[in-house]
């Protein structure tokens, strides 16, 4: 069975810092590419932080230099290190993981954190 398992919720001030995780079993991280997503109310889900296989990452314009993708492969678990965190950061955030073998999708989600930033 594939699952991804994130971390617990969080609740920080703006200003503050919080690392999201994902752990995976299941499937082996480092053959996938990975990616953090953040939805808020009446917003679609947006991909904020991208890793491909080959370990390059690419930020949303909205989170470029507050937000690092990373991975441990030994942990076989993917990072979300936040910084400077503002209200409007304040979203349900998911992992994925996806891979195409033989023309085929293959696409895995963690559960979701709510992250809360507030005074």
């Known amino acids: 069975q594939v699952q991804l398992v994130q971390s617990e919720a969080g609740l920080v001030q703006p200003g503050g810092s919080l690392t999201l995780s994902c752990a995976a079993s299941?499937?082996?991280?480092?053959?996938?590419?990975m990616g953090w997503y953040r939805q808020s109310p009446g917003k679609q889900r947006e991909l904020v932080a991208a890793?491909?296989?080959?370990?390059?990452?690419n930020y949303d314009d909205s989170v470029k230099g507050r937000l690092t993708i990373s991975r441990d492969n030994a942990k076989n678990t993917v990072y979300l290190q936040m910084n400077s965190l503002q209200a409007e950061d304040t979203a349900v955030y998911y992992c994925?993981?996806?891979?195409?073998?033989?023309?085929?999708?293959?696409?895995?989600w963690g559960q979701g954190n709510q992250v809360t930033v507030s005074s």
């Open positions: 994925n993981g996806h891979r195409r073998i033989f023309g085929r999708d293959f696409d895995y």
């Open positions: 299941g499937i082996v991280l480092s053959l996938y590419a």
């Open positions: 890793l491909s296989s080959d370990d390059s990452a």
